[in-house]
C-alpha cells in the first residue's frame, strides 16, 4: 500500500477482471491502491483500507479501451448522414468537407470539441482511448491536430494519410506526409496510421507511409479493407502490426495472415450501422483463432457514436459476439490493440479504471441497448 | 397567462412543434404558462415572461410519448437474452418465466422497479408512457400489477391476454380474463389489450377479450404481427382500433386494411434488434399511406431497452425513416396511437413536455446512435 490512500470497493454484484483463473467473480470486492488495482477477491475475504465504498450490488467491469477515434475536428455533417441514410452511399471523399472545417478552427475551438467529446465517452464508461489527428492534412494542422489530442491522451495517432487533400498530387501528398509533415508531427504522436482503401491510399503508397514512421520512431496501425476486398490487412500482417482496424471485407487468406502474425482485428460496427455496410464477421474471426477489439471510430462522417456499449450491443446483434465476447474485446482487446498490458483488466497492479453499471451483471450491456448504464467511471482510482 | 409563473426559454438553436405551417424552427423560443406552452415563435419577437432560461443553442424536441410498454414485472432474463443470441429463437412462452417472479413479488418491490424504469426513461426524453400489465394473469396480480402501473401514468393497460398461464385450458382463461379478472381491472386501467399471435391468443379469442373490455368501458389496442403474417392486424383494423402494435409481418391486404381503417402502425424496432427478427417496413408504411408510431417495447423477454433515441436510430438505419419522420413517430405518433391531442407536439395550449438535447438539430439523435444526447427533460413545464 504504497501509493497513497487505500480504497475498498466492496458489495459488488459483479466485478469483471479477465484476471487467470477468475475472470468474472460475484459477490466481489476490490482494494485501490492509489491509481492502482491492489487487490480483488471474495467480499468477505477482503482486507482493511482507509475508506470504504459500497457499489450497492452492482456489476463493476474494467474501464472501456476506445483504440480508434477522430476526435479533432470542426463542423457538423448530420445533414450528410440524413441523405445517406435516404440512400446516398459513403465514400472516404466526405472527409474532405471536414477538413475545411477544421483548418478554419482555431486551437482553442477544436481542444473544446474534443473535451466536449472525451468527458461525453468518460460518462459512457470509456477510461483509455486513442485519438487520431487527419482532418488537417497540412503539416501545420496535422502538428496542432496532435497537439491538441496529446492534452487528452498519450495515445496520439499521426494520421496525415487519411485522404490526399484537394490541390495537391497523390505522389506528392505522400511525400509531405513522409516529409515534413511527419517530422513536426512525432513529437505529438505515438502512432502513424494510413487509410488503406480505394479513394484514399494504395497498398504501396500505404507501405511507405507506415515504413516512415516507424523509421521516425512510431508505432504502425492501419484502417483496412472497410469499403471492399483490398492489399491492406495483408500489408499489415506481413509488417507484424499490432492491430489493424475494420476488417470488413476479408479474403480467407486474409483470415489466416492475421491468424499467423497475431495482427489483432479491430471491428467498428458503428461504421457499418451508420453507413448501412454489411457487417465484419466478429464470429468468424474468433473461432479462426484471431484476436478482436472492438472501437467507436467515433468521427463526424462515417460514425459519430462514442457509445461503446452501443458498439457492443451491435456486436452481439451483428457480428455473432456473446455479451461477454464483446465486453472482453470492448476492454482487454482494445487495451492489445494499443500494445497496453496495465489497462483494460482488474488484475492487481493494473490500473484502477473501472466502470460501475446500473445493472446486476456486465450481460445488461447488450441486454439492454442503447439505455446509458454507466452510473460511475473511475480513472486512476478516482471517482470522474 | 392564468396558470401560473410564466417561463421564457430562449436561445433555442432548433425548436420542433409539429405545429401546421412551422414544424421546426431556427433561433426560437418558446414561453411556458404554467404547465402548458403558451407561445413559440422567433427568439426575437419572444414576449416578456416572469422568468428567462437560456439553452444555449441546443435543440429542443417535443418530449417522446412511449405507447407501448411492459415495465410492472420482476426476475432478471438476461441469461435468456445470452443463450438467445447464441442461437436460440424467441417464443412467446419466455413470459411464463416472469409470470413466475413477478407473482412471488411485494406489491412494493414491483413498485421499486416501475419506479427505477420510469426514471431511467424520462432521463432518456421520455415525458408521456403507456405501462400494461401482463406478468400476473391471475385476478390478483392483474389487478396490482395495474394499481402499480397507475401511480406513474394514466395510460395503464390491461392485458390479461398476454398468454395462457400454466394451469389452465385456454377457453377458461379467455373467460376468466373476460369475466372476473376484467371487473377487477377496470378501475385500474384506460386500455385493453390481447397479444394475438401463435402461442398466446388466436383471433377469435382476441376478437372476444377486446369486446369484453369495450363493452366495460376500456379502449381497445392489440400485440399483432409479431413473429408471423396472421389476422390480428386484420381484426385491428375491422374493430377500428387507434393503434395496432408491431406489425412485422404484413400482407398487401393488411397494409390496405390500415390505410383504409386509419389505424395506426406502432412499430417496436428494439425487439426485432433484441431477437434477431426482420424489421417492419416503415418505409413501405408511410408510403402507403399508413400512419407509424414508434415505441419501446420495453420488457424483460423480448426487448429491454427502454431509450427511445435508440428506436429512433433503428428506425432509421433498418426501417428507412428519415431522422425527422422517426422522431414525429416517437413524440406525435406515439400521442395518436394514444388517442391524445395534449402531447407529443409544443405548439400553443399542449402540455410543456419537453427534452433538450446535448445537439444542436434534432438529426443527432440517429446520427450519434447510443449517445445519451438528452440533457435535461422537462414535464408540465418543470425541469425533471
Given at each position: 500500500m504504497s501509493h497513497g490512500t487505500s480504497h475498498l470497493v466492496t458489495n459488488i454484484g459483479e466485478l469483471v477482471t479477465w484476471a487467470e483463473g477468475r475472470p468474472v467473480l460475484k459477490g466481489a470486492a476490490m482494494v485501490l491502491d492509489g491509481p492502482k488495482v491492489a487487490w480483488v477477491g471474495p467480499a468477505a475475504r477482503a482486507p482493511a483500507a482507509d475508506t470504504a465504498y459500497d457499489a450497492g450490488g452492482r456489476a463493476v467491469i474494467p474501464?472501456?479501451?476506445?483504440?480508434?477515434?477522430?476526435?479533432?475536428f470542426a463542423g457538423d455533417r448530420s445533414e450528410e448522414f440524413a441523405a445517406r441514410m435516404a440512400g446516398e452511399s459513403y465514400a472516404a471523399g466526405g472527409i474532405r468537407t471536414t477538413v475545411r472545417a477544421t483548418r478554419a478552427a482555431t486551437d482553442e475551438q477544436l481542444t473544446s470539441q474534443v473535451a466536449r467529446l472525451v468527458h461525453e465517452m468518460r460518462r459512457q464508461g470509456t477510461t483509455t482511448l486513442e485519438i487520431k489527428s487527419g482532418?488537417?492534412?497540412s503539416t501545420l494542422d496535422e502538428a496542432r491536430s496532435l497537439a491538441v489530442a496529446r492534452q487528452f491522451t498519450e495515445e496520439t495517432t499521426f494520421l496525415g494519410a487519411h485522404v490526399v487533400p484537394e490541390g495537391i498530387e497523390p505522389d506528392d501528398y505522400v511525400a509531405l506526409v513522409t516529409g515534413q509533415m511527419l517530422e513536426r508531427s512525432v513529437p505529438h504522436a505515438r502512432w502513424i496510421d494510413v487509410f488503406c482503401e480505394t479513394g484514399a491510399f494504395d497498398v504501396d503508397q500505404a507501405r511507405t507511409v507506415l515504413k516512415a514512421g516507424i523509421a521516425a520512431g512510431l508505432k504502425p496501425r492501419m484502417h483496412a479493407n472497410q469499403l471492399g476486398h483490398g492489399p491492406g490487412v495483408g500489408l499489415a500482417c506481413e509488417l507484424g502490426l499490432t492491430a489493424v482496424d475494420h476488417c470488413t471485407y476479408l479474403s480467407g487468406d486474409d483470415v489466416a495472415a492475421l491468424r499467423d502474425s497475431g495482427t489483432r482485428a479491430t471491428l467498428l460496427p458503428g461504421v457499418e450501422f451508420s453507413t448501412r455496410q454489411p457487417y465484419p464477421d466478429a464470429r468468424m474471426l474468433i473461432d479462426a483463432g484471431v484476436g478482436v477489439a472492438i472501437a467507436s471510430d467515433c468521427n463526424p462522417g462515417s460514425c459519430f457514436t462514442s457509445s461503446i456499449p452501443f458498439c457492443m450491443a451491435l456486436a452481439v446483434r451483428?457480428?455473432?459476439?456473446t455479451p461477454t465476447e464483446a465486453l472482453e474485446a470492448a476492454t482487454r482487446g482494445g487495451a492489445a490493440a494499443l500494445d497496453?498490458?496495465?489497462?483494460?483488466g482488474l488484475a492487481p497492479g493494473m490500473s484502477a479504471d473501472f466502470a460501475i453499471l446500473?445493472?446486476?451483471?456486465?450481460l445488461h450491456l447488450a441486454y439492454r441497448p442503447g439505455v446509458p448504464l454507466v452510473s460511475e467511471t473511475w480513472l486512476a482510482g478516482r471517482r470522474t
Amino acid at each position: 500500500m504504497s501509493h497513497g490512500t487505500s480504497h475498498l470497493v466492496t458489495n459488488i454484484g459483479e466485478l469483471v477482471t479477465w484476471a487467470e483463473g477468475r475472470p468474472v467473480l460475484k459477490g466481489a470486492a476490490m482494494v485501490l491502491d492509489g491509481p492502482k488495482v491492489a487487490w480483488v477477491g471474495p467480499a468477505a475475504r477482503a482486507p482493511a483500507a482507509d475508506t470504504a465504498y459500497d457499489a450497492g450490488g452492482r456489476a463493476v467491469i474494467p474501464g472501456f479501451v476506445d483504440s480508434h477515434s477522430h476526435l479533432v475536428f470542426a463542423g457538423d455533417r448530420s445533414e450528410e448522414f440524413a441523405a445517406r441514410m435516404a440512400g446516398e452511399s459513403y465514400a472516404a471523399g466526405g472527409i474532405r468537407t471536414t477538413v475545411r472545417a477544421t483548418r478554419a478552427a482555431t486551437d482553442e475551438q477544436l481542444t473544446s470539441q474534443v473535451a466536449r467529446l472525451v468527458h461525453e465517452m468518460r460518462r459512457q464508461g470509456t477510461t483509455t482511448l486513442e485519438i487520431k489527428s487527419g482532418y488537417g492534412l497540412s503539416t501545420l494542422d496535422e502538428a496542432r491536430s496532435l497537439a491538441v489530442a496529446r492534452q487528452f491522451t498519450e495515445e496520439t495517432t499521426f494520421l496525415g494519410a487519411h485522404v490526399v487533400p484537394e490541390g495537391i498530387e497523390p505522389d506528392d501528398y505522400v511525400a509531405l506526409v513522409t516529409g515534413q509533415m511527419l517530422e513536426r508531427s512525432v513529437p505529438h504522436a505515438r502512432w502513424i496510421d494510413v487509410f488503406c482503401e480505394t479513394g484514399a491510399f494504395d497498398v504501396d503508397q500505404a507501405r511507405t507511409v507506415l515504413k516512415a514512421g516507424i523509421a521516425a520512431g512510431l508505432k504502425p496501425r492501419m484502417h483496412a479493407n472497410q469499403l471492399g476486398h483490398g492489399p491492406g490487412v495483408g500489408l499489415a500482417c506481413e509488417l507484424g502490426l499490432t492491430a489493424v482496424d475494420h476488417c470488413t471485407y476479408l479474403s480467407g487468406d486474409d483470415v489466416a495472415a492475421l491468424r499467423d502474425s497475431g495482427t489483432r482485428a479491430t471491428l467498428l460496427p458503428g461504421v457499418e450501422f451508420s453507413t448501412r455496410q454489411p457487417y465484419p464477421d466478429a464470429r468468424m474471426l474468433i473461432d479462426a483463432g484471431v484476436g478482436v477489439a472492438i472501437a467507436s471510430d467515433c468521427n463526424p462522417g462515417s460514425c459519430f457514436t462514442s457509445s461503446i456499449p452501443f458498439c457492443m450491443a451491435l456486436a452481439v446483434r451483428e457480428m455473432g459476439m456473446t455479451p461477454t465476447e464483446a465486453l472482453e474485446a470492448a476492454t482487454r482487446g482494445g487495451a492489445a490493440a494499443l500494445d497496453r498490458t496495465d489497462v483494460g483488466g482488474l488484475a492487481p497492479g493494473m490500473s484502477a479504471d473501472f466502470a460501475i453499471l446500473d445493472a446486476p451483471t456486465h450481460l445488461h450491456l447488450a441486454y439492454r441497448p442503447g439505455v446509458p448504464l454507466v452510473s460511475e467511471t473511475w480513472l486512476a482510482g478516482r471517482r470522474t
